[in-house]
């Protein structure tokens, strides 16, 4: 029965933008809405901080938010993932080089 549920959900999220283009503009993404079921509760915090701060910027400083937004996102999203596989190594390195190296 979750599962009709949660199919019908995805479905009228995906639709509705397309029913009520008035309206397209605050109603949840998709994608954003699914996410948030499968992420840790702070992860969707840190992404409406981010969306917050970018909104901040753009009333301020259109142009700046235009060039920007996008690069500084993927970069925050990379250096977090290369982050988390130093740490991995930094915590579990001898053990991952004796495994790939059979010393």
Do not use: Q
Not at 27 to 55: C, D, H, I, T
Not at 67 to 82: D, K, Q, R
């Amino acid at each position: 029965m979750a599962d009709i549920c949660r199919r019908c959900l995805g479905a009228a999220l995906t639709l509705a933008p397309v029913l009520l283009p008035k309206h397209r503009d605050y109603l949840p993404s998709a994608s954003a809405f699914g996410l948030a079921w499968v992420f840790n509760w702070y992860y969707g915090l840190l992404f409406f901080l981010g969306a917050l701060v970018v909104l901040l910027i753009e009333r301020r400083e259109p142009k700046v938010a235009e060039e920007f937004t996008l690069p500084v996102a993927s970069g925050v999203v990379a250096g977090g993932s290369l982050m988390g596989v130093a740490l991995v190594f930094w915590a579990n390195g001898g053990g991952i080089l004796n495994k790939l190296f059979g010393g």
